[in-house]
């Protein structure tokens, strides 16, 4: 169980049991027609993940450069809302003018109840993230937040593997945070193109960290699956995989994963409109007669056995 | 002060709606705003059966400017009456719904069916969706077929009947008179405006469907043109649309010959858009002595 989870507070005994059957099932018979089991489920558990959604103007506390690619920000976090949990996301006014236009998602990269902080981490990328960039301590953001459906608790018979991929770590080490402060064995794995950008992380002493780069100028010389290879030891395991990355880092997993039939979650990304689940835009194939679902309120956390990989 | 407005028999608390599409069916909003204030809710449209939607990606920002095609992806009309419908009966504000089809005769049927279950304050005919391969624009462009549809439509129902207008063709005012002409009460103008963004490091269209509907700040200019010109076109009422961010902007629709405004894209941006927008409407009303919303048009050098 994770220390603290909103989520989980908040959604009830009745969407706890929910959730955790709706996996049981899944995993006791994987029939199709499950899907629409799931399908029910998720809709469920999006109602209520709804329900936490603030507008807020939070005091910026600290926000800079702590790679060659990324940034990340402190925030102060409103007494009066609803705490994020991992792979939750929120979503940023970066500008009052219209360029650029609508508002951006970023994911929790930490979130400290103790400190009323919560944290992302962000890729100086385009027009909006170097906008961003210039945000200083004392400035207020304007957020929608918490956003979207966050990562699930592990199963008790498993090691949670948690797998980033280059912007994607940073909800990944907000999980890895959890996990460790709840007492939860845990494995991370970090791929990323070069060393550079790989920022230096406290989650890095609390939970046993692999990594893996593309030109091999640290840790494992290939992909977090490769790395996930060059481990029996792990291998021997029954393992649950969470995942945030790119999107044939997610696929590789998902196979890995279905090829032991264990269960692995992902996070998704699309480039969205709203985020609240009114303008259909964020969407990402899924399996059963929707045929797709929102990123941004039915994800983006998604079981990979629901999602169509294309 | 009386900022209502009346479309056929439905009189709108404030002029100030939110364009089909932008607010789903109101719920979403309803942790950030208070949805009972806004002028008109302007549901995501609904079709005869149940549409996944366009592939994906289905939206792109382009400069001062959302670009999408999102395809009318909804529940259909037998879900929209299980499953909208009773929260959107329990609404303070106005209701239309956004009825779209592939032809004359799902907008017909559809109308028909919500009339017998799940009657609300009208019905705004999406003759202008450019991100369907049937309907839409196919039908919106052409003004024998939109006088056709909105006579079949009037038949069925007495609610209010409002035609949505698309921006893409030479005479808009001409698809106006058609609307005008079926019996339409209202004309909403404009939908959204053919666009096409190309990623020129991977040589081919971000959207997957090639063109897209844009919309926001950047279409504003051509939606306020079109108000003043549509307004004068027809008798009937003319609802203004497109790149409404605030008072400034739907001011300038009202001034054009607009009654009242829908505010689309600008709700992603901030969720309180609407609650401004109607506060500096009152506000220049009092500067201006008017005790009428209809008055602010009257203006105009």
């Not at chain 1, 629409?36 to 005091?59: D, G, Q, S, W, Y």
């Not at chain 2, 008072?247 to 600008?266: E, F, I, N, R, S």
Request: aromatic content about 6%; hydrophobic content about 40%.
């Amino acid at each position: 169980m994770y220390a603290y989870n909103p989520l989980l507070l908040r959604i009830g005994v009745p969407g706890l049991l929910l959730y955790t059957r709706a996996r049981q099932l899944r995993h006791v018979a994987k029939d199709p027609s499950n899907i629409t089991f799931f399908t029910h489920t998720r809709a469920a558990i999006t109602l209520l993940a709804e329900r936490l959604m603030r507008h807020l103007t939070p005091k910026v506390l600290s926000n800079s450069q702590v790679s060659d690619r990324y940034f990340e920000m402190d925030f102060e976090w409103p007494h009066n809302a609803p705490p994020p949990s991992p792979g939750s996301f929120f979503t940023v006014r970066v500008s009052e003018s219209e360029i650029p236009l609508l508002r951006r998602p970023f994911a929790f990269s930490g979130f400290s109840r103790g400190n009323s902080t919560a944290s992302m981490l962000y890729e100086r990328r385009g027009t909006a993230t170097r906008q961003l960039t210039t945000r200083s301590p004392g400035e207020t953001i304007d957020i929608l937040a918490p956003l979207g459906v966050p990562f699930p608790l592990p199963r008790s018979e498993t090691l949670p593997v948690l797998i980033a991929g280059g912007i994607g770590m940073g909800p990944i080490f907000y999980l890895a945070a959890e996990l460790h402060s709840s007492g939860q064995e845990a494995v991370l794995i970090v791929g990323a193109r070069t060393a550079g950008i790989v920022p230096d992380r406290t989650e890095f002493q609390l939970v046993e960290t692999i990594l893996a780069t593309d030109d091999g100028s640290a840790g494992c010389h290939g992909t977090v699956t490769d790395a996930l290879q060059n481990r029996p030891d792990l291998l021997d395991r029954r393992l649950e995989y969470f995942a945030c990355g790119p999107l044939p880092m997610l696929r590789a997993v998902h196979q890995h994963a279905k090829a032991r039939n264990e269960c692995c979650w992902v996070s998704v990304e699309q480039t969205m409109g709203c985020a609240v689940g009114a303008c259909m835009g964020c969407a990402v194939r899924v399996r059963g007669p929707a045929e797709y679902a929102r990123v941004c309120t039915e994800g983006p956390v998604f079981d990979s056995e629901e999602i169509v990989w294309t | 002060m009386d900022l209502s407005v009346t479309i056929g028999r439905t009189t709108m608390p404030n002029p100030v709606g939110v364009a089909s599409g932008t607010f789903g069916y109101g719920s979403e909003y309803e942790q950030l705003i208070d949805v009972d204030s806004i002028g008109a809710l302007y549901t995501k449209a609904v079709t005869r059966a149940a549409r996944p939607g366009n592939e994906i990606p289905r939206i792109v920002e382009t400069t001062a400017g959302l670009l999408n095609s999102i395809g009318l992806a909804n529940v259909g009309q037998e879900r929209f009456v299980t499953e909208k419908y009773p929260s959107l009966r329990e609404r303070a504000c106005t209701v239309i719904v956004n009825v779209a089809g592939d032809v004359e005769d799902d907008y017909v049927e559809t109308v028909e069916f919500l009339e017998e279950h799940a009657p609300l304050s009208g019905y705004e005919l999406n003759v202008s969706c450019p991100n369907v391969k049937a309907g839409g624009l196919a039908i919106g462009t052409n003004p024998e077929l939109v006088e056709h549809v909105t006579t079949r439509v009037r038949s069925v129902t007495e609610r209010p009947v409002i035609v949505k207008l698309t921006p893409n063709v030479t005479d808009p005012a001409e698809i106006a008179r058609a609307a005008e002409a079926g019996g339409a009460d209202a004309i909403s103008c404009m939908n959204t405006l053919v666009g096409m963004a190309i990623d020129v490091k991977n040589l081919r269209t971000v959207l997957p469907g090639k063109t897209g509907g844009l919309s926001g700040p950047a279409v504003r200019p051509i939606g306020v043109a079109l108000a003043y010109r549509v307004s004068r076109a027809v008798e009937i009422p003319l609802i203004g649309i497109g790149g409404i961010d605030g008072p400034d902007a739907a001011l300038q629709y009202l001034l054009a010959g607009a009654v009242a405004v829908q505010v689309g894209t600008a709700n992603f941006v901030d969720p309180t858009v609407t609650g401004r927008t109607i506060d500096g409407i009152r506000t220049f009303m009092q500067e201006h002595n008017l005790q009428r919303v209809g008055e602010i048009a009257s203006l105009l050098r």
